[in-house]
T-cell receptor, first 111, second 115 residues
Framework: GENVGLHLPTLSVQEGDNSIINCAYSNSASDYFIWYKQESGKGPQFIIDIRSNMDKRQGQRVTVLLNKTVKHLSLQIAATQPGDSAVYFCAEGVGYSTLTFGKGTMLLVSP | DAGVIQSPRHEVTEMGQEVTLRCKPISGHNSLFWYRQTMMRGLELLIYFNNNVPIDDSGMPEDRFSAKMPNASFSTLKIQPSEPRDSAVYFC?????????????FGPGTRLTVT
């Protein structure tokens, strides 16, 4: 979803659950997508990226899924831990452009 | 690798004063980006450099903002004169390749408060 003003969409999960964070991107020509994690008081941290010639990419405990038909990107976090609590941003890019960032989703993990 | 280094981490200044933010990108990275983050507007790209040359400064809000990259290991973002609405967290990021869009690595940010 999209945040409006001060309100970020929030996903609350229990420790050990799997988390899915969704992102609708805007440019059908975008060919590069990336997820960042931002903890309070820190800069965004690269998690995983994917190019448009793929529809799935896996990392350590994370999976990114890309559905170009509906312009949708998701980040799946397996066995979510309290340390995963942060704001997660998706970003898109095309060709030689820079990244365009979404507004972010807050993930809250309860022990 | 030390990552992207920014200084100062916090800056409090009075309206009308000049503010200079500094950034050292990751060694070997070709591109450098300056962003501003606020709760209301999220993460906004201000300007980016490729091989020390400014490529796109369309995100710079006003003439009060200027950025330079005199060499591959140093960049500055200057606000003169500063205004309360400039209060935000300013991030510098660098990217390993200059051709095409790729992952960017962010610094810890400078939290600017203009009173």
């Amino acid at each position: 979803g999209e945040n409006v003003g001060l309100h970020l969409p929030t996903l609350s999960v229990q420790e050990g659950d799997n988390s899915i964070i969704n992102c609708a991107y805007s440019n059908s020509a975008s060919d590069y997508f990336i997820w960042y994690k931002q903890e309070s008081g820190k800069g965004p941290q690269f998690i995983i990226d994917i190019r448009s010639n793929m529809d799935k990419r896996q990392g350590q405990r994370v999976t990114v899924l890309l559905n170009k038909t509906v312009k949708h990107l998701s980040l799946q976090i397996a066995a979510t831990q309290p340390g995963d609590s942060a704001v997660y941003f998706c970003a898109e890019g095309v060709g030689y452009s820079t990244l365009t960032f979404g507004k972010g989703t807050m993930l809250l993990v309860s022990p | 690798d030390a990552g992207v280094i920014q200084s100062p981490r916090h800056e409090v200044t009075e309206m009308g004063q000049e503010v200079t933010l500094r950034c050292k990108p990751i060694s070997g990275h070709n591109s450098l980006f300056w962003y501003r983050q606020t709760m209301m507007r999220g993460l906004e790209l201000l300007i980016y450099f490729n091989n020390n040359v400014p490529i796109d400064d369309s995100g710079m809000p006003e003439d009060r903002f200027s950025a330079k990259m005199p060499n591959a290991s140093f960049s500055t973002l200057k606000i003169q004169p500063s205004e309360p609405r400039d209060s935000a967290v300013y991030f510098c990021a660098s990217s390993p390749r200059g051709q095409g869009v790729n992952e960017q690595y962010f610094g810890p940010g400078t939290r600017l408060t203009v009173t």
